[in-house]
């Protein structure tokens, strides 16, 4: 008799050699960031030791470890400025390398990433419209809140826009996505017309993303979202590595398709508008990161998941102490820097692509 599986059921351990692997991955990724972030927190105008960094952080627990920092402000400095921009690195690349996960498990495609649901351009068409004519409802939060609504409400309309007869095929969801980004980048278009120069200038930085200027109350208001998304990824992993062996599979262990890409997309587009509202467009950190460490641990969601938090924190981190620092009294924008390497990462992805399928279908 053929044995059913459960959807709900307790998922197979995984071989030794790839628990080995999945292990070694964790401890790097951690111990990593642990360093990035001392490091990252300590580089700047007022150079603070990584030891003096960890010393500091140790006495605010309440251990009276290590040493503190010798530079009468650098305690200050490191708890008003550096901290809290590390802090919004930590949750920005978690947030959009988990998003870009996730998108990829839905699609069934490694080249998808957050903005194929248009949560970016959409975001990025709010915050235009705030800029331009001089919005302030809600004070100097209300560029971020029009961002994060923006996204939101975009991919909720590609959602609704994609569904016929009661599903939403992810041919279909591609292209609504595809539609609607052109309609946003027009509308941001049309308020690089309408605006004056400084507005310009502003719609222009903030598409070019950056970290400068992150505050304590920045990291406070995407802390929740960003838990509640990596939650929810974590939730939905397993169904994910189901919904890969094809939809009919899926539905045959008791799995409703539909109602996880629901999910799955609400989760994107609540990951990836916390962390746009903020910090601006910063591209090809969820194309990146997911698919390098599915190269290191294989495709299961329950590891890729997690692992792509981590590496998207790490990696962010990185991109950001090289903005800071890379130009002397200069802070690069960071998007551009992700770009930059997003860019011929993305072309070589789509060159072994095409190697190991034999070429264009």
Request: net charge positive; glycine share 10%.
């Amino acid at each position: 008799m053929t044995a059913v599986l459960d959807a709900h059921a307790e998922a197979p351990a995984l071989p030794r050699a790839r628990t080995a692997r999945t292990s070694g991955l964790f401890l790097a990724l951690g111990a990593l960031l642990v360093v990035m972030v001392l490091v990252a927190a300590g580089r700047g105008h007022l150079d603070v030791p990584p030891m003096q960094v960890l010393g500091s952080i140790l006495h605010r627990l309440g251990l009276d470890v290590g040493p503190l920092p010798e530079h009468p402000q650098g305690d200050a400095t490191l708890w008003n400025v550096r901290f809290p921009r590390v802090a919004l690195a930590v949750l920005v690349g978690a947030s959009l390398a988990t998003a870009g996960a996730l998108m990829q498990g839905v699609f069934g495609n490694p080249l998808a990433e957050p903005s194929v649901v248009g949560v970016s351009t959409g975001a990025a068409f709010a915050a235009s419209v705030s800029i331009v004519f001089s919005l302030a409802f809600a004070g100097s939060w209300t560029t971020p809140l029009l961002a994060f609504a923006g996204g939101l409400v975009t991919t909720l309309l590609v959602y609704v826009m994609s569904r016929s007869d009661g599903r939403t095929e992810v041919v279909t969801l591609v292209l609504t996505g595809i539609a609607v980004n052109a309609v946003c980048s027009a509308g941001m278009a049309l308020m690089l017309f309408l605006g004056d120069t400084a507005a310009r200038e502003e719609i222009v930085f903030w598409q070019l993303g950056s970290l400068n200027g992150s505050r304590w109350q920045h990291v406070v208001i995407v802390l929740p979202f960003v838990v509640a998304g990596l939650a929810g990824a974590a939730v939905i992993a397993r169904r994910l590595d189901v919904l890969a062996l094809g939809d009919r599979a899926a539905r045959h262990v008791g799995i409703d398709v539909e109602r996880l890409r629901v999910v799955a997309i609400v989760l994107v587009a609540l990951l990836t508008a916390a962390a746009v509202s903020f910090a601006g467009i910063i591209g090809f950190v969820g194309l990146v990161v997911p698919h390098l460490v599915r190269m290191v641990v294989g495709p299961g969601h329950r590891v890729l998941v997690p692992a792509s938090a981590l590496g998207g924190a790490v990696l962010l981190l990185a991109a950001d102490l090289v903005a800071r620092t890379a130009v002397e009294s200069a802070d690069l924008p960071i998007g551009m820097l992700t770009s930059l390497v997003g860019g011929p990462f993305f072309f070589w992805l789509l060159r072994r692509t095409r190697r190991s399928a034999g070429g264009w279908a």
